[in-house]
């Protein structure tokens, strides 16, 4: 049951109608009544970092905090790049004393994007090892 309120701003708004548009009993209204309260929205502090790609700040239904990727954490891919540079160290030490120095560098590069004509590009995909080690799924990274 309506309210004496919205019965009472109801029939005011009837009367304002036209005739023609009021006429059979129903009623037809050709604007929408809109009411936006200013203490209704906050805004949502997002920090800097996170505006490339889903994060859990962005994208909370999809990735949980301490994840990087869905369902892939911070520390998964900490271990992943920890266990490269492990393999190269003990690559290093199996070529001998002049390749095993302390200084090692792995550089990988992401994949750049790509376009079938001028304007339209390819759908992006990262290159894998990049991808599996980082998470990042940015284009011309390193």
């Known amino acids: 049951m309506l309210s004496p309120v919205s019965s009472s701003l109801r029939t005011a708004a009837v009367q304002l109608l036209p005739r023609?548009?009021?006429?059979?009993g129903s009623t037809w209204c050709p604007c929408r009544c809109i009411s936006v309260k200013p203490g209704d929205?906050?805004?949502?502090?997002v920090p800097c970092r996170y505006l490339g790609q889903p994060s859990p700040f962005?994208?909370?239904?999809?990735?949980?905090?301490?994840?990087?990727?869905?369902?892939?954490?911070q520390t998964e891919y900490e271990l992943r790049r920890?266990?490269?540079?492990s393999l190269i160290e003990a690559q290093s030490?199996?070529?001998?004393?002049?390749?095993?120095?302390?200084?090692?560098?792995?550089?990988?590069?992401?994949?750049?994007?790509?376009?079938?004509?001028?304007?339209?590009?390819?759908?992006?995909?990262?290159n894998q090892d990049f991808l599996y080690l980082s998470g990042f799924l940015e284009p011309d990274s390193a």
């Open 41 to 45: 929205v906050k805004p949502k502090t």
């Open 58 to 73: 962005t994208h909370p239904h999809l990735i949980k905090h301490g994840e990087v990727t869905p369902g892939i954490t």
């Open 20 to 24: 023609q548009i009021r006429a059979g």
């Open 93 to 126: 030490e199996k070529m001998g004393p002049s390749a095993s120095s302390i200084n090692h560098v792995a550089i990988v590069l992401s994949h750049p994007t790509s376009y079938m004509t001028n304007d339209i590009p390819y759908p992006f995909h990262q």
């Open 82 to 85: 920890h266990k490269l540079a």
